[in-house]
């Protein structure tokens, strides 16, 4: 795993192309993940939702329009370039949304103990150069009843789908990267990231062993991505 501050250079230096990049390696279906976490997250009625990693923002924008205006939705990211797109979209084409950006490190949150209803973090916790602290410093801030963490994030896809992914993530995602990005270093990383990133079960038991009570994963997309839910 790179160094924070590696993590942070690279997101510096995709910023401006990480949204279109995320799409067309997607396949769109970006899309349709988020808006499954966002319907989850409604079946809690938080008043206070932290989006960690927020990046460029598209989850947090995502959850305020789901969840409507009365209910607070912070987004919180290290890399001061992603957070100018997120205020730059926010100012441009969502003046509504009213999401609040801030600067923040996962591994050391500037927010007070059990002030969150829910956390999200959607293709944040992979890139954490300490996922225990991540965890940690996210249960510290939710709240201690009924608070609930939802983490998108890539997984490990089934059995049958196995071969076509891995080829696709090894050959075809960094030279479709390098066109749409012009920097192959960082989907070289994305790939080698997501092949060492924990299969559901046993991210669940890094979850339980952070200390929270209950988890349950969802696959999506023939587990190319997963949900887990997590509650303090
Ligand atoms: C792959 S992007 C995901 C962005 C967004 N959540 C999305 O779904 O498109 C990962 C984000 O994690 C952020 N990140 C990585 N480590 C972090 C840390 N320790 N604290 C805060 N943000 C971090 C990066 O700056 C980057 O914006």
Redesign the pocket.
């Given at each position: 795993m790179p160094e924070?501050t590696q993590?942070?250079t690279?997101?510096?230096g995709i910023?401006k192309r990480?949204?279109r990049a995320?799409h067309i390696l997607s396949f769109g279906m970006?899309f349709a993940w988020?808006r499954f976490v966002t319907k989850r997250v409604a079946t809690y009625h938080p008043k206070r939702v932290l989006?960690?990693?927020?990046?460029?923002?598209?989850?947090?924008f995502a959850l305020k329009k789901r969840l409507g205006k009365q209910v607070d939705v912070k987004?919180?990211?290290?890399?001061q370039p992603?957070?100018e797109i997120a205020e730059h979209k926010q100012r441009n084409k969502q003046p509504d949304s009213k999401v609040s950006f801030s600067l923040?490190?996962?591994?050391s949150l500037p927010f007070d103990d059990n002030s969150v209803d829910v956390v999200?973090?959607?293709?944040?916790l992979?890139?954490?150069?300490d996922r225990a602290q991540?965890l940690a410093e996210i249960r510290r801030v939710l709240r201690k009843e009924h608070g609930a963490l939802l983490i998108?994030e890539f997984s490990q896809p089934d059995r049958w789908l196995r071969p076509f992914y891995y080829t696709y993530l090894k050959y075809i995602l960094p030279s479709l990267a390098s066109m749409t990005t012009r920097n192959a270093s960082a989907y070289h990383y994305?790939a080698g990231s997501i092949e060492q990133f924990p299969n559901k079960g046993k991210l669940c038991e890094e979850i339980l062993h952070a200390g929270f009570s209950s988890v349950q994963a969802a696959g999506l997309t023939g587990s190319i991505v997963a949900v887990h839910e997590a509650m303090v």
């Open positions: 924070a993590i942070n690279m997101f510096g910023a990480y949204d995320n970006d988020r989006d960690l990693a927020t990046g460029s923002g598209d989850l947090a987004g919180a990211d290290f890399c992603m957070l923040a490190d996962c591994l999200t973090i959607a293709f944040g992979r890139n954490l150069e991540g998108l994305l």
